[in-house]
DNA sequence: GGAGCGCATGTTACCGCTAACAAACGAGGC
DNA sequence: GCCTCGTTTGTTAGCGGTAACATGCGCTCC
């Protein structure tokens, strides 16, 4: 930088100013900056730039998993609004372990991140701790907090309501007339869980639950792991006439075995996804899901984020907000 | 950092060196340090730490795009050899254009990583003379360098032939008797136009190539693409009898709609995919296809990085080393 | 015609940590 | 008993920017 003003005649501190903020700096001083600036190849480093300004223009990210489609999506809504406005993601993978979560939170804020992003609001006490004690403006995602939950904590939430949506599905495979209807569940995390206690007093309000026809098994979701819950399913109560699969792909692999059993769908099985994943409204035949606003939401948090950044006087952080960006039931032809 | 060293009773540059190198220090400062260090909460500031000492701890990751899983595995193989060494990625989107992915290199840049990682070689001339500015080390991923390409400017490539994956497709389908291959296409970057380079010339060296059955578009590959492209091929070469599709994704599709047309995969129709995402061994019936080692090749790629970062002199970078880590033809029952 | 004001630019003092060198101290060798 | 050497700890001087304040200058206004 010493260089560049040197070549431009002026002082660093000009230099600095001609190429963050223009208008503050004289046309004829910005121009010959910017071609010294350019001559030279100055890169100025963001490192100091942090240091001196206590901005790092990064964002950290927690996300449980890459290999979820649904956080993948969160996490390119993210991207797509962080990055034309200068800030950096911070991508860090929890594995779905609140401890986890509190470790790679550390690590992350060791970079001085200037907002955090969140998935859910299961955190253990350390994590709610070191949120309590942060400056900077923190989005919790995928989940709504309860109306006057975390009255000690303010918590800005940006999601859809978990136990609705698996509610709605529930609601649906009982007005289609279904009278044994099953439900089938991986990755039990906390929105997982959500879904289908939804889904549970859906089917009690209908008067058709059976707990007998929950299947909930803590492997991550899978193609594979749909069609073998489904025969397990089918071997265990073969008078199962509609089911629901907390994820699509699990839905996916159970129409799959489906169709390799020779078992009808919908006439003998009804069958519903959650998620309305790629190739979901594809499917033979196409799939009655969950369409879920995860890029809309990853959208919204990263603009919340920015906002709160924006403006350096924490107030934003009292008024705890609540953004609820819905769900959709696709009803196509599986049901 | 000055309170933690008045609590144990030493200088900062002792507590420095006790928390990152506590070998260096007596038995007795390090316990000293590390209690005050615990007990006032003391996070060191990686920004610091990175401008006094020119290392960020941190990797550029360039990949084209969130929503093709193909990358996701790359970055999931890249974050997990990179996390436990305590690097952070910086996950950088180029869209699949080199101009944008020049573009974003000079950001990623302004952070000053201490390693590079991109996808292909395909970058625009600007993009190779900043890398060959670069004083740290930079890997392409996904493909390998010809050997003696490049020659001007050693690099260092992690990846398996496009070219000869194309053409084990060409000739497994060839091999199986079929008589009129066709080819469909998305999403035309140079990877996918190398295994179509292969494919043809598979099936030039069988006698049987036909540019009229080769369908390339440049959308971005999906199921719902899949379906399209296979009516389209079928309504303008009703005679085709195997088809080539560069994604899996297109495959699915592809599969889904024969389904939908009561066509006999592979009576009638034999049909072979590429990269062996998840779900393709569970497709009805299961898809022939190629397993591409994607994780493993973000794997290698960042142990190679972490390698060059280790050893500070830029020796390393001159051995340009090309690792290949080849793929696997899976055939299944749709050929 | 001089006070007062606004704008453009310069000066100073850090931001929080670490490389490099200096100093202090005890142990071993002759 | 003195010198050398290795080990542990301290001192100094930045890393490359930017916040905050200071300065200089041309104008307007009465």
């Known amino acids: 930088m010493a260089d560049v003003a040197a070549a431009a005649g002026v002082s660093a501190m ?25 001559r030279l190849g100055f890169v100025p480093s963001r490192v100091a730039s942090a240091l001196a300004s206590a901005r790092t223009m990064t964002v950290a990210v927690l996300i449980p998993s890459l290999t979820n489609a649904v956080f993948i999506d969160l996490l390119a809504g993210v991207q797509e609004t962080l990055s034309p406005q200068g800030y950096q993601p911070l991508v860090g993978i929890t594995g779905y372990g609140p401890e986890a979560e509190e470790r790679v939170l550390r690590t992350q804020l060791a970079h001085d991140p200037d907002g955090v992003i969140l998935t859910g609001l299961d955190h253990t006490p350390g994590t709610w701790d070191l949120l309590r004690g942060l400056t900077i403006p923190v989005i919790h995602t995928m ?9 000690d904590c303010p918590v800005q939430t940006v999601g859809f309501s978990q136990y609705d949506a698996g509610y709605a599905v529930g609601a649906h495979l009982a007005a289609r007339g279904r009278r044994r209807i099953g439900l089938i569940a991986g990755q039990l995390d906390p929105r997982t869980r ?17 707990a007998a026809l ?16 489904l025969e397990r399913t089918l071997a265990t109560h073969p008078d199962t ?14 129409l799959f075995q489906c169709a390799r059993l020779g078992i009808p769908v919908p006439e003998r099985l009804a069958v519903a996804g959650f998620n309305d ?14 369409a879920t606003p995860r890029r809309a939401i990853g959208v919204e948090a990263a603009r919340l984020l ?11 952080r009292e008024n705890p907000r609540r953004v609820d960006l819905g769900f959709r039931l696709m009803v196509r032809e599986t049901t």
Do not use: Y
């Open 14 to 38: 000009t230099v600095s100013r001609a190429l963050r903020r223009p208008d503050t700096v004289s046309e004829e001083v910005r121009a010959r900056v910017e071609e010294a600036s350019r």
């Open 143 to 151: 989940d709504l907090a309860a109306e006057g939950e975390h009255s």
């Open 194 to 210: 959500q879904r289908c206690d939804g889904w549970r007093q859906a089917l009690r309000d209908a008067g058709r639950h059976d």
């Open 214 to 229: 929950e299947l909930m098994v803590p492997d991550a979701t899978s193609v594979a792991l749909g069609a073998e819950l």
């Open 241 to 254: 006439d509609a089911l629901f699969l907390c994820n699509d792909d699990l839905a996916q692999g159970a």
């Open 277 to 290: 994943l790629a190739g979901a409204a594809w499917t033979v035949p196409p799939l009655t899901t969950v």
């Open 306 to 316: 920015i906002a709160g950044m924006a403006d350096r006087t924490p107030k934003s």
